[in-house]
């Protein structure tokens, strides 16, 4: 009987730690504040929550419930569970790689929510008005010139309150307006980032996002310094705050005049059931599940391998993908309730005054609470639950590159946790610096588009189809049995038909539809120059070309002739299975096993 090493002892003794937990939250981040395609801009149709429900139910539960099933069983991170089909190996490296592109800029975002966190600290909000920060670019409303032609008969324009003090008179058709930006969108652009004016212009590091990032890096690494322990405990704070703000704010926001619009406009009289018959709304439905619920990142399979064995990951799975559902409806109230207040202030439709991606958490919103009375308070507590949701996000990211550094090389990261995890973070941190330039923010959305995309689907793909027709479906099943009992036939087949054509189908249409629609990126009104657009697509190619490279490399080092090597490779390593002897049994026997060919970065363990 060998040695168990590092990375499966401690996951035998830390047992479970409220891992799954801290998913939901990180998915909840993920899905308000940062991607582009926010569920609570497309549940202003009321109808989105049938495609929404839909796809829960037919590609992100039975997705969740297989990784965080296939982590649980064999208690290993995102590479080294695919002893059970070695060819696919290299899909674990691409959610590695993905969860390190991801983390970098992740944090950028914390930083942005440490630094207005700071800023939360004056009275009144610095960008409640345009203060002396500010330039002729930053008003609430729009300016208005008149086009006259001159003399020569080319063509200037005139300030529209220079012909009213001349008792001159403009025609409708000759005004036109242009439009300037709010003192939160202009303290967004100028002081906050210091935004340059396109990608091709970088511009020094901006220090106090440079600091703020460095602030957040020091946090996570000491929440991960002695590992799930750590980081277990630190969630429970992390985890139920965010809920607590939510409410506060919710409370807040039906109060304030105006929050009925808001909430009508959500989900209420503004319903459009007729959208049901678009194929976007279905597409945009499916992926944003996928994405919300963190699926094929490698943090699902990376913190269930921490589970006990007999841990009901099934429970785990309902309970995790409902509450992380039902977390973002209930995080679109609180949000929309002051939107609507904030566009009876401004006398607006809240159509204009909602935003999505960055410009929700960092424009809109925070506008919003700047109308408050106390407005400080208000905005203190919302940014602070940001870092807590971004915090979170970031343990499950950090988790997933440690447990795969430690189950590559057991025997030289033994009892070296908390230096990995350091080490870590400091490369992190240098790489991130990019990120925290004057064109930070375009570095942040181009790794956003190219790098949290189809990679994602691609991988999530490749995993499904390995687990049910490679590995088998049945096979699967009754490894799943070991770890939460036998079940009647009749449980398994709504999960038999997901994970064997319901599920493989639409993440196959998602990635079509995606490809087939896809947009070269803009921040705003700002094109990406085309060596941009080359270094996203360098990035993406760079996390999936291991899946082939690692393929062809296995099918290589196999011995045999080319069907022999196939069937090989195809098949789980002599070691696959539950890693402690107590928990096999008849189907799993270690006797005779020799330790080869486990690992892709080392071949070979000898422990």
Not at 68 to 88: D, L, M, R
Not at 270 to 299: M, Y
Request: glycine share 8%.
């Amino acid at each position: 009987m060998q040695t168990p090493m590092l990375g499966v002892e401690m996951r035998m003794q830390t047992g479970e730690t409220g891992a799954l937990y801290n998913i939901s939250i990180e998915a909840t981040f993920k899905l308000d504040f940062n991607r582009e395609s926010l569920l609570i801009m497309l549940l202003i149709l009321g109808a989105f929550l049938i495609p929404y429900v839909i796809m829960l139910s037919v590609a992100g539960l039975p997705l969740f419930f297989m990784e965080s099933s296939f982590g649980q069983f064999c208690s290993q991170g995102p590479i080294n569970v695919w002893k059970a089909v070695p060819i696919f190996q290299g899909v674990g490296i691409t959610m590695m790689l993905v969860s390190t592109f991801v983390s970098i800029y992740y944090n950028v975002i914390i930083a942005y929510s440490i630094y207005y966190l700071f800023a939360s600290f004056q009275d009144p909000l610095p960008w409640s008005d345009c203060s002396n920060w500010s330039d002729t670019n930053c008003n609430i409303t729009a300016r208005e010139y008149c086009n006259m032609t001159a003399y020569n008969g080319s063509l200037m324009a005139v300030n529209s309150s220079m012909i009213v003090d001349g008792n001159q008179s403009c025609l409708e058709e000759f005004l036109a307006s242009v439009p300037l930006q709010s003192p939160s969108e202009r303290y967004w652009d100028v002081v906050a980032l210091q935004r340059t004016s396109s990608m091709d212009e970088m511009g020094p590091v901006v220090w106090h996002l440079a600091l703020c990032l460095l602030l957040g890096w020091i946090l996570i690494a000491a929440a991960l310094f002695k590992g799930i322990k750590s980081s277990g405990k630190v969630v429970y704070f992390t985890a139920t705050f965010p809920y607590a703000v939510l409410l506060i704010l919710l409370i807040r926001g039906v109060t304030l005049e105006g929050a009925r619009n808001g909430i009508e406009y959500y989900i209420g009289s503004q319903s459009n059931l007729t959208k049901l018959s678009e194929a976007e709304v279905w597409k945009d439905a499916a992926t944003q599940i996928f994405f919300s619920l963190s699926i094929a990142w490698g943090g699902l399979t990376a913190l269930a391998s921490y589970n006990k064995f007999h841990n009901n990951c099934y429970k785990d799975s309902i309970i995790v993908c409902i509450t992380n559902c039902s977390t973002s409806i209930f995080a679109g109230f609180t949000i929309f309730s002051i939107l609507g207040h904030m566009a009876h202030v401004y006398g607006k439709p809240v159509s204009e005054v909602a935003q999505a991606g960055f410009g929700l958490a960092f424009i809109a919103y925070p506008d919003a609470l700047s109308k408050l009375p106390v407005s400080p308070l208000w905005s203190i507590l919302f940014f602070f639950m940001l870092i807590t949701l971004g915090l979170d996000s970031q343990f499950a990211g950090i988790e997933v590159i440690t447990t795969c550094l430690q189950d590559a090389y057991p025997k030289v990261l033994k009892a070296k946790r908390g230096l990995i995890t350091v080490l870590i973070c400091i490369v992190l941190f240098l790489l991130g610096l990019p990120c925290v330039t004057g064109a930070g923010i375009y570095w942040v959305n181009l790794i956003d588009t190219f790098c949290a995309g189809w990679i994602l689907l691609v991988a999530g793909l490749l995993e499904v189809f390995g687990l049910s027709c490679i590995y088998g479906g049945n096979r699967f099943i009754k490894d799943v049995e070991m770890m939460i009992g036998t079940k009647h036939m009749l449980f398994w087949i709504w999960w038999r038909a997901c994970w064997f054509f319901i599920t493989p189908v639409v993440l196959l249409v998602i990635l079509c539809w995606s490809l087939y629609t896809f947009t070269a990126p803009t921040y705003g009104s700002v094109d990406y120059p085309q060596w941009g657009i080359a270094l996203g697509w360098c990035m993406t190619v760079f996390c999936l070309v291991w899946i082939p490279i690692v393929a062809v490399w296995k099918l290589v080092k196999a011995s045999g002739n080319p069907w022999q090597r196939l069937k090989s490779v195809c098949s789980p390593t002599e070691d696959w299975g539950p890693y402690l002897e107590c928990h096999r049994n008849e189907r799993y026997d270690r006797a005779g096993m020799n330790d080869t060919n486990v690992y892709v970065i080392s071949n070979k363990n000898s422990t």
